[in-house]
């Protein structure tokens, strides 16, 4: 039997977003180690951000990396005194910025078209690969081969 891949959302502003493809790392929940470990290598990984810059309040609701898990550890790293998260590697595309607005409709993970943003509460989802695929073609212009 062949695994099966899973694809993700992970929550974080554009500017956290920023440093993780930097550095080829995920982060997710403010470095907790459970949802990196859910995650399996060859999983799809795609960034949503609700702002632009963690310590503003504007919204940017928009969909902000795309990348494939290629590290089959979950590592801690000292980012500062006191502050050790968990992370995973990653292999980041180059791809564009897409508002999630117009895509609301088409998104069959937000069942509540009107509460859209209570899906993304917990930090991180599971999303199904047509989700994936959709929000994919809009980010690069094509469908990575999953």
């Known amino acids: 039997?062949?695994?099966?891949?899973?694809?993700?959302?992970g929550v974080a502003s554009k500017d956290h977003v920023q440093i993780g493809?930097?550095?080829?790392?995920?982060?997710?929940?403010?470095?907790?180690?459970?949802?990196?470990?859910?995650?399996?290598v060859g999983d799809w990984l795609i960034y949503y951000s609700p702002k632009k810059r963690f310590e503003e309040a504007a919204p940017y609701q928009k969909f902000t990396a795309i990348g494939e898990v290629v590290g089959a550890e979950v590592y801690q790293y000292e980012m500062f005194?006191?502050?050790?998260?968990?992370?995973?590697?990653i292999r980041f595309l180059d791809a564009e910025d897409?508002?999630?607005?117009?895509?609301?409709?088409?998104?069959?993970?937000?069942?509540?078209?009107?509460r859209w943003g209570s899906a993304f509460r917990f930090g991180y989802l599971k999303i199904p690969k047509m989700d994936f695929?959709?929000?994919?073609e809009h980010m690069?212009?094509?469908v990575p081969d999953t």
């Open 133 to 136: 695929e959709l929000i994919a």
């Open 140 to 142: 690069l212009g094509f």
């Open 21 to 40: 493809i930097a550095n080829g790392i995920c982060q997710l929940c403010h470095g907790k180690a459970q949802p990196l470990r859910r995650m399996a």
């Open 98 to 114: 897409v508002p999630i607005r117009p895509l609301l409709g088409h998104l069959s993970f937000i069942k509540d078209k009107s």
């Open 81 to 89: 005194p006191g502050f050790v998260p968990f992370r995973r590697d």
């Open 1 to 9: 039997m062949v695994d099966e891949k899973s694809y993700w959302i």
